[in-house]
């Protein structure tokens, strides 16, 4: 098979963004909106989005930070108890809601105790048809928390048989596994965890611009998740979970976690399914199986990539991006 040397995909997306909110905002949105077609952005602000007036509030000054750029942004709540009324009313607003459990991760000290205890919620976000976005993760060994929340994975399907779910940026291969075993249970992958183990962040210096949650972990764990996303798995969108922190944060005693990828991700996708021969598998990832999962609708955007050099830039204002200064083999050529 002839090697391509360029790639159009068409309306790319990304199902987990974090935007921030003030000068970060403004900083990172426009990154994102360059040249993707439109991205699930996360509620997990201070405080977080919890009414609709605020989820309103956040779309306009997303929109008015990306302005000029075709990007839609698809907007979440933060998971509560909300009221049916409060979920109809919202219904046509959002994508998703996003379920932290509390504690977890940046800024979900006011998520959820007992998922359980929100069965009313539960069952009216199945009846409207709103995704269930979770950050699947125990308060267990750093290593182990995903593992030990494919259970409460598996009881939320089996009890809302008709509730999107979606597993956010799995690591594992049992998390992998799961995909299977319901039919309304998704996942979304980031670049990162397609690219690097915990070696990477720790087995050398350490290594703050690769610390995450979740973690990165072992080689077979990426092993798995690469296999699923190359053989075009239908069910797994491409989330970046690109989380910008500013260098004061990442280069500290108690490092904040997140990997800032936004900016290059497109390339360093095409890169790596190039390596692998998959090309033709990364339209699906990045595009039509998220349309197809979340029923989203973005405008038009087509984004060409060339088999053509580009160098990661070593920081977008106070934000250090994954493999700063490196050299990624694909570049953006044209974005129509
Ligand atoms: O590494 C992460 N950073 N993981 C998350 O789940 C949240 C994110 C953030 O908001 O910084
Ligand atoms: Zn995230």
Redesign the pocket.
Known sequence: MNRLNELNLDRPLDMHV?FRQGNMLQVVAPLTAESFAGAIV?P?LVPPIRSLEAVQAYREAILKATQGRNFTPFMTLFFWAYTDAELEAAADQITAIKLYPAGV???SEEGIGDLFAARTTLSAMEELGIPLLI?GETHGFVLDREREFLATYDRLAREFPRLKIVME?ITTREAVELLDRHEHLYATVTLHHLLITLDDVAGGLLQPHLF??PIAKRPEDREALLQAVLQGHPKISFGS?S?P?PLSAKECAGC????FTAPHALPMLAELFDRHQALDKLQGFVSDHPRAIYSVQPAPKTVRLSRTPSVIPPNYGEVIPFRAGQTCAWSIEDIQ
Request: with cysteine; hydrophobic share 30%; charged share 10%.
């Open positions: 974090h996360m997990n991760t940046t800024n950050h940026h995450c949650k979970d989380a922190h904040a976690a997140g990997i």
